[in-house]
Each structure stands twice: as C-alpha cells, then as structure tokens.
C-alpha cells in the first residue's frame, strides 16, 4: 500500500499550486520541499511576478494564464489575501526595428497577433500616446510602439505559494518541508521517493524540482534543462509621487535582442523603490552553487543600460536587491510531460523565465491529469517528445 496517491515533489509555484489543486479534489497527496516555502532558493521570490493575458512566447499559453486569474481570484475571496494586481501591462518596442523576447522574434507582434485571436481587451499606443498617459516613462525615440493591457499587472509570489499550501493543508494534504528527496524510481508497487529523513510511496508523482529537477531525475532532463542566475534590483525613488503605484508593468525593448530590454514594476504601497529587471541566458549555475548575492557593480550596470533616461524619478540608490534563478529548455517554453521511463511520474520544467503568470491554471492540470489520466487544456506544445 503506498502511504498516498501522489507525491509534489517540490512546492514552488507549480508545487504549490499542485498540492492545492489536488486537495481541493479529494485526492490524498503530499508534499515535499528541502526548504520551508515560501523561501528565496529558487525562481520564487522577488515580491512580484508579471502578469499578462496575451502570452507572446505562444497562443498555447493563454488558456493557462486566464485560469490562473480565475483561481487567485478564488483564492482571495477564500483566504483574504491581494494576490493579484491589475494595475495593467505595458509593453513597447520601436515599431519598425526587429525586437526580441524569451527567445521570439517580434514578440510584440506575436503579442498583439495573440490579444486579436482571443478577443483580450488591450489599446495601441505611439510614443506621444505613451508619454501623455504615462509621463514617467523619459527616453522615448519617437517610433516606439505601445501595447497597453488593462487585465495584466503583477501577482505576489510568496503570498500565492503561501495561500496555495495553507489551503492545501486545510483540505487534507500532508507537507514535508526541510526534507531533501534524494532519488526517485517507480516500481509495481508504484512511486518510491527516498528522501534523507526516510522513504515516501505514492500511487503516482508530479516533480516541479525546477532547478534541482535535472540533478534528480538525471536523462534526458541533464542535457535539456539549464539552470541561470538572474538578479532583481529595487531602485530608491527620487520623487515618490512621480510613479504611482497604478502605474502598470512595464517590458520594455529597446534593442533588437533579448538582453537589450528591461521589466520593471510599480512602487508598492509603503516601498519608495522601483524594481527591475532584465535577463541573462548565457552564464550557466546550479540550484546549490549560484551566487545569491548582488554586487554593487551589477546594480550600476542595469541602472546605466536600461533604467537611466528611460523612467524619470528613479534614482541609481540601491534599496535592496536579489538573485533568482530560472531553468530554461532548449526553445525557451514549458516541459509539462511524463517521464520516458516513468509513466507514473509528471514531470512540469522548465518555466524558463515565464513560468509563474501560469502556475495557479498548471496545478490545476497536473491535479486533472493525475485524477483523470487528461487535461481539459492542450499539453501538446509542452510535451518532452519536441525535442527529440
């Protein structure tokens, strides 16, 4: 007899989401993390998350980001917490020059072409258009491209994988924290997870490890998941009235590649400090060798290429800072299949930078497909075979 029906191994923001959804179908389940979640080990940190309804990186998206709204909502109404801010989603690029991101070329077309084929409410803005209704943003060239949607904004991480794992808990599901699995392998009797405090069985199991997923499962995942450190910059604001906190999420691109752009966020209530962003592909790290800490240089450096000029009121004063990683596959989007050699293990990495807008829509997934063999959402696109 096995001590549950299915093991979350991992409780970031797919495991989390995860073990909530399977509680909330009465289904027995665990979970387990080698740390006490939420924490800032892996990709789920950072205060806020973007949020955005039209997914450029691919229409198969946004079934999972328009679930995953519906459910913070839910979860609001149920635990009393703000986890979802629709403060709205801006993203600019020049609009005649190439622009990049996540790996997709014009991807604010592709993100506009997206809106269009869901009907996703969204306006078009030129660069007057964006310097009069957001007079904040400073070094506009004048060919700039604006598309504004007002259903996008931010989510909190810590709060929604808190929220998530107090319900979960609620309806029955177990949580081991600080317990480090060591290995895992599927038998007649089906799936034994070693852990260091002793062993754990269940009838099936999902691994959302993110970055300790390859070192876990070990092939084909070792040669397809990559693991990036990437660093998260709170900027003290000059003019604490200048940006509002209705202020939306900003992605803007500046630059025809994938590192020439940056995100950044309103000022929460209370903070006087804009964070921003960009992001790294090149540099390989692990999940246990990543440098966590943020060198003064590096602050200098995102202040200098992307912020300076571009939002006014912001200063280059470091309030506070923070390292992260992502694991990314090969073509930048989702791996959400079973294990070649495990059919009872669900295997959901890498979110490759992108993941979180969709997470609260994914658990709900990985809790219909361990219920009911299948998803009412189309897997397909993330499927492990694409690789082959």
């Known amino acids: 007899m096995s001590d549950f029906e299915v093991a979350v191994v991992g409780l970031g923001a797919m495991g989390s989401a995860a073990l909530y959804q399977l509680a909330r179908q009465g289904i027995a389940a665990v979970g387990i993390d080698r740390f006490d979640p939420p924490h800032a080990q892996g990709s789920s940190h950072g205060d806020t998350r973007i949020t955005r309804r039209a997914i450029g990186e691919g229409a198969a998206y946004v079934p999972l980001v328009m679930r995953s709204h519906e459910i913070w909502r839910e979860l609001e109404r149920q635990t009393g917490e703000t986890l979802l801010t629709e403060c709205g989603t801006l993203i600019m690029a020049p609009a005649d020059k190439p622009n990049s ?32 209704r957001f007079p904040h943003y400073g070094k506009l060239n004048g060919d700039e491209l604006g598309y504004f949607e007002p259903g996008g904004g931010y989510v909190c991480p810590e709060r929604c994988i808190g929220a998530q794992l107090r319900r979960a808990r609620e309806l029955g599901a177990t949580t081991l924290t600080d317990t480090e699995v ?7 009797g089906g799936v034994r997870i070693e852990t260091a405090s002793g062993p754990v ?13 390859a ?11 990559t693991v990036n450190r990437q660093v998260l910059h709170w900027f003290e604001l000059d003019d604490p009235d200048r940006i509002g906190a209705d202020a939306p999420v900003a992605i803007w691109m500046h630059g025809p590649g994938d590192t020439d752009y940056f995100y950044s966020f309103p000022p929460l209530a209370g903070e006087n400090s804009l964070k921003a962003a960009t992001e790294q592909y090149h540099t390989a790290t ?14 200098a450096a995102m202040y200098a290429a992307h912020i300076e000029g571009r939002i006014a009121g912001v200063s280059p004063r470091v309030v506070k800072t923070a390292a992260c990683v992502y694991t990314v596959s090969p073509d ?3 791996i959400i299949d079973r294990h070649r050699d495990f059919s009872d293990v669900l ?42």
């Not at 060591?182 to 007649?188: E, G």
């Not at 807008?357 to 009412?376: L, N, P, Q």
């Open 101 to 132: 991101h996540h790996g997709k070329p014009n991807f604010l077309g592709r993100t506009i072409k997206t809106a269009e084929m869901y009907g996703i409410e969204h306006e078009l803005l030129n660069a007057a258009e964006i310097q009069a």
């Open 347 to 388: 295997v959901v990495s890498a979110c490759s930078g992108h993941g979180f807008k969709h997470s609260a829509g994914i658990g709900e997934v990985i809790a219909d497909t361990m219920k009911r063999g299948t998803s009412d959402i189309d897997l397909a696109p993330f499927a492990l075979g694409r690789f082959a």
């Open 332 to 334: 930048l989007g989702f």
């Open 215 to 225: 070192p876990l499962l070990g092939a084909p995942f070792d040669q397809l998941l």
């Open 182 to 188: 060591v290995s895992l392998r599927q038998d007649a």
């Open 201 to 213: 069985t269940a009838e099936r199991a999902v691994v959302t490890a993110g970055p300790w997923t």
């Open 286 to 299: 692990t999940a246990d060798t990543v440098d966590r800490q943020v060198s003064a240089a590096e602050s």
